[in-house]
């Protein structure tokens, strides 16, 4: 690291140079001049190093103004400066570039999480979906066994009615009974006593009172008498 002095109208203020970059801006120039690259030899560069640790810079431009002239000096360092103008254009640009995608860094690490939240109340919900499609089916599965229950609850109640009480299922549904019910009152008396008579033998107790199923029958044990 060298520093470079500036002479001011107060005092001196001392730059801090890199050495690197003063070869390279060195090679940039003499191909602007030259219009064609080649590398630096030794004594180019130890005159270079000598110039920026003494500050005698001055001298090699007037120099150079005096062996080629003026003009050509002074167009060839606006080229120069020209050059570098857009070297450091081009600079800007990359260090906005590097900007974006330092944003964009910080950004997709903001939203990491949320997306990770997103990502799992998404296998959640299909978890949910396929637990109530397996609840679903069960359900299913138990309807269809409450039915098939149901339909043998009602084969076993025809059987009792027409096995003990003797009784078709036509009788109940008749629709002249149902018109007209006191023309039939001692056949319903007479249907009354059968099925006491019938269950009689398996023994009745007490004053509770016995309804037949489906028919609104009602007796109790002392009417077997």
Known sequence: MYYVYFENSRDEIAYPVDKLRIHQEFDNGKWSVTNHKCPMSLDILQTMDQLIVTGDSDQILQKAIQQHGRGQVMDTLAEIQERHGAVRDVESKLLELQQIFMDMAVLVESQGDMLDNIESQVLSGVDHVQSGAAALQKEKKLERNSRKWILLKGLLY?????????????????????????????????????????????????????VVPASGFSFSAQQIC
């Open 158 to 210: 025809r059987f009792v009615l027409t096995k003990f009480v003797n009784v078709q299922p036509e009788d109940w549904d008749d629709k002249e009974y149902m018109d007209d019910p006191e023309d039939k009152k001692p056949e319903v008396e007479q249907l009354r006593k059968r099925f006491i008579h019938s269950i009689a033998p398996r023994g009745l107790a007490g004053d509770r009172r016995y």
